[in-house]
T-cell receptor, first 110, second 111 residues
Framework: EAQVTQNPRYLITVTGKKLTVTCSQN?????MSWYRQDPGLGLRQIYY???????DKGDVPEGYKVSRKEKRNFPLILESPSPNQTSLYFC?????????FGSGTRLTVV | GQNIDQPTEMTATEGAIVQINCTYQ??????LFWYQQHAGEAPTFLSY????GLEEKGRFSSFLSRSKGYSYLLLKELQMKDSASYLC????????????FGTGTRLLVSP
């Protein structure tokens, strides 16, 4: 089944403790992206990647890092999480027929 | 800049028809998407318009007018399971394949 897999689904962490949210797609898509979703603000793009080793900032990149060492994986890294990064995160990949989203990661930073 | 506007919330009755409007002002345009999102879940694709006119897919239809920067999503024969948020998103060509989202319209369908 064609899908985008994110892990974990839920995560509660403390301020400053590094974490990684994984994202993997099995559709051989070149373009992948990370979004965060907050009430009243909609989905906002954090980072995107056009292909392996090619990444760029989206609209809200501060406090985040990404890497794209292989086509299928696009992890999101929070080096020093802060409470304002509490949000619902979605990974997405784009193929010929549109965008497929992962099931989301609800992150709480206390 | 990029601006996409849609109503925050709408209510409708089971079996009725509802139209959700979306207006956009973006620096470029390469297509408009509608997604459905149930609370806490991933957005799922509903429709895509790149040319003016109406696209129909079962109970759902989507319309686009590029000259007016306007789209709507029409839902017919509403069912309780249609209670969800509906997201309008524009593929603005300033960013390669980037989608810019509106804040979404929460639709509540009542019996």
């Amino acid at each position: 089944e064609a899908q985008v897999t994110q892990n974990p689904r839920y995560l509660i962490t403390v301020t400053g403790k590094k974490l990684t949210v994984t994202c993997s797609q099995n559709m051989n898509h070149e373009y992948m992206s990370w979004y965060r979703q907050d009430p009243g603000l909609g989905l906002r793009q954090i980072y995107y990647s056009m292909n392996v080793e090619v990444t760029d900032k989206g609209d809200v990149p501060e406090g985040y890092k990404v890497s794209r060492k292989e086509k299928r994986n696009f992890p999101l890294i929070l080096e020093s999480p802060s409470p304002n990064q509490t949000s619902l995160y979605f990974c997405a990949s784009k193929g010929n027929y549109g965008y497929t989203f992962g099931s989301g990661t609800r992150l709480t930073v206390v | 800049g990029q601006n996409i506007d849609q109503p925050t919330e709408m209510t409708a009755t089971e079996g009725a028809i509802v139209q959700i409007n979306c207006t956009y002002q973006t620096s470029g345009f390469n297509g408009l998407f509608w997604y459905q999102q149930h609370a806490g879940e991933a957005p799922t694709f509903l429709s895509y318009n790149v040319l003016d006119g109406l696209e129909e897919k079962g109970r759902f239809s989507s319309f686009l007018s590029r000259s007016k920067g306007y789209s709507y999503l029409l839902l017919k024969e509403l069912q309780m399971k249609d209670s969800a948020s509906y997201l309008c998103a524009v593929r603005a060509d300033t960013g390669f394949q980037k989608l810019v989202f509106g804040t979404g319209t929460r639709l509540l369908v009542s019996p």
